[in-house]
């Protein structure tokens, strides 16, 4: 869905390089952007990129008009406050913030026509271990999502996009990977490849060692230590004696899975039907934007049953409209009656957006129904974010590519999901002052261990289940930069599970963006008329690589109009058969204070935020007293609603000077439509009056 409100502009971002450098278990990974302004007005562009689950952000460069430029990273409402500051002065400037679970944000703010820009984002990793193999992925395109996004807007996706990169990867000690997501080819001493940014970029490297890693580095007089104990290589007939009892497998049919997608589900179920016993009940459900289940309850694997079910699995088509993702799940367990515990395994490209109070609810469901949800991610970009929230705690993740064997990793899963839960011992042999070590192994998944140790020699650990029995000493890294790649990884495990403050604390010493961190940068180079507001540019997503064949739908979709676009006032709005919006600052602005305007910009450029300004900052932005009185009368008298109350009178205000209101503040009073009553916005309006009289206007009173 496009969001209102924008002007998409798919010439400002030109092209990307990735240099990849793989020293396993970590990875380096430089991700570099090209902008560039080729219009004829000072914008500010803004483009939305994802990290994969264990990675961060370890330094971030700015090259502007080839002059180099560095930042910091600090508490979000001071990186906030200096880039709006440096904006309103003329200053090109640079934000970079998370903005949702795995998704950030870049504001490149002021530049003007000719002006050029290389970002680049240095990003760590660890490598994900599999049964002889390691894997790389670097998400490169956040695929268009089906729902309501819990933030005012969301990243947007355009079929004129076209965003090439060009690529390089350093296996270093590692061989060559025998699965790739793009074409390699050698050239002067590293692996070449290049594409578009409309997939993930994954490759596999086979390994006969075992890849049970412990890694640790020196920083500020501790020990930080990170690494995992990885899988053991299975033999997939093993999966046929010890079958889990009942499996619920919901597929995802909706139109997104059109494609690589679907023949993905096809290939996982028969494979899954192949290799599961007649102790094993099984039963399918598909889902879109309706449910539906093969049979009333599971059904046992039996040769009679598996030749209807494999019947039904061929004749499965992406058919069935849009991604109901949470109306399946709370309807099959419904289903799921079956007593004892049960599997739930969802295969989807997890393309929807769920509401938190919807998936703790869920969650609620399951634990009542003895449910372990577990997911499998198909397509190539599937919302590893999404799949992850749903299958904790507990459930298995994984995300099958379509150039990975689908069948193989299908075996493994069954096998996995067949045993039970096991309890583990992890001891270290020093006693860390942190500490992240699980104390239950699911199925035969890897255990990511982290802990920060007093600065004695490299931490060891003893590791014991039931079948085995290790010993692991830490790998000191030498390497500078591998050194502070793990000591920053280490910490951003650690950042979660702390409160808020002691959270920003440990982010800004670290220089990690986080919930509560956000890196700005300010330049000394000013653009010729500082006086006037940069035009908001959002750089479209490309659509992925696997939805293209959805291009009619995806047009179909953009020229109807959603309920949103009719909340835009109409000086906003372009024809009925131009479905592309404006700037979301109008250049032209009707007569009004300029405080107002100010916090008008300030709101509107911080679209995704659900913050409001409270009174004081209200006041530090120029707004008078005299009109806050009202506001803070009802806020005392009813401090539940005092946010909604807010977000009334900022309404009205914005309104009264014709001013386009800010996404956040409409969402939250769609929320409380019980306070948009005629006395309080009566009271409201008259205390905004003395603003008025400072620019006069023809009076504008909202309808009731």
Known sequence: MNNPGFTHNNTLLQKADIDIELHAPMAITRYSLMFENRGEEAVEALFHFTLARMACLMQTRLQLNDREYQGEVMAKASADERYEEAIEAGKKSLLLEAIDDGLYQINLGNLEPGDSARLELQIAG???????AWQYRLPTVIASKYGQAQAPTAPTNSLLACYPFEGRLHCHDLPKPHITSHALCEQNGHLAFKGELDRDILFCLATTEGNSQLLSANWQNAHYSLGYIAPQTQNLSESRSSS????????????????????????ALLTLVE?????????LYRFGSDFEAYNRTPLPCDTRHKKGLRRYIKSIQADMGGTEIMQALNALCINANHPGPQQVLLITDGRAYVQDEELAAL???CLQQHCTLHAMGVSHAADESLLSRLTQPGGQLVLVNPVEPVEQITGELLHHLSQPAQAISIEWQHNPQWQQTPRLRFGNTPLLLAAKHSNDAPPALEYQSAETKETLQARQLNNPQLARALVQLAASQHLITLPPQEQTALAVQMQLISEHTSYVLVTDQQVKHPERYPTIKEIAQMHGFDTRVMACMARSDTASPQNDYLDIPGFLRKDADDTEMHSLIPSHLPQAPRPLLKLQRRMTRRFFRNDLPDLALLQKWGIDAAALNTLQAE?????????????LWLSILFNRFILAVPASITAI???HPQLNIRSIREAMQDDIEPIAEKAPLKPFTLAD
């Open 126 to 132: 660890l490598l994900t271990p599999q049964p002889g």
């Open 635 to 647: 806020t005392q008298a009813y401090p539940d609603q005092a946010r909604a109350l807010m977000a």
């Open 244 to 267: 889990t009892p009942v499996l619920h497998v919901l597929m995802d049919c909706s139109g997104s899975m059109m494609g690589d997608s679907i023949e993905q589900v096809r290939q």
């Open 669 to 671: 009073l769609r929320a």
């Open 363 to 365: 969650q609620a469901r």
């Open 275 to 283: 290799l599961a016993d007649e102790q094993l009940h099984l039963n």
